[in-house]
């Protein structure tokens, strides 16, 4: 069992930053994970695919809607994933949550086992 918690959410203005950062605890945490993802849901929307690291391999991927303003990384001693949101736009304004598993791609929401409960991310113009 892998327990997620993130933190790090807020009100931000348009072209600032705001670090999420997700914790990740379980006893069986190495085993029980090999990625981790960010995901957002706005009002009336779906959830969609942020960011994603393969936690072995390190292997990075992000949403086309972010690239060159997101950064996501891992702390392996803190069992931290963390995203680095620069150049934040009112559109980025969402839950954002964190998840864990064995997606065989990063950007696959329905195949994570673990999700965090969200933060709030409001962006404003």
């Known amino acids: 069992q892998v327990q997620l918690v993130e933190s790090g959410g807020g009100l931000a203005q348009a072209g600032g930053s705001l670090r999420l950062s997700c914790a990740a605890s379980g006893r069986t945490f190495s085993i029980s994970a090999d990625t981790f993802g960010w995901f957002r849901q706005a009002p009336g929307k779906e959830r969609e695919f942020v960011a994603g690291i393969k936690w072995s391999a390190d292997i990075i991927s992000y949403a086309d809607s972010v690239k060159g303003r997101f950064t996501i990384s891992r702390d392996n001693a803190k069992n931290t994933v963390y995203l680095q949101m620069d150049s934040l736009k009112p559109e980025d304004t969402a839950v954002y949550y964190c998840?864990?598993?064995?997606?065989?791609?990063?950007?696959?929401?329905?195949?994570?086992?673990?999700w965090g409960q969200g933060t709030q991310v409001t962006v404003s113009s």
């Open positions: 998840a864990a598993g064995w997606p065989s791609e990063a950007r696959f929401l329905r195949q994570y086992t673990y």
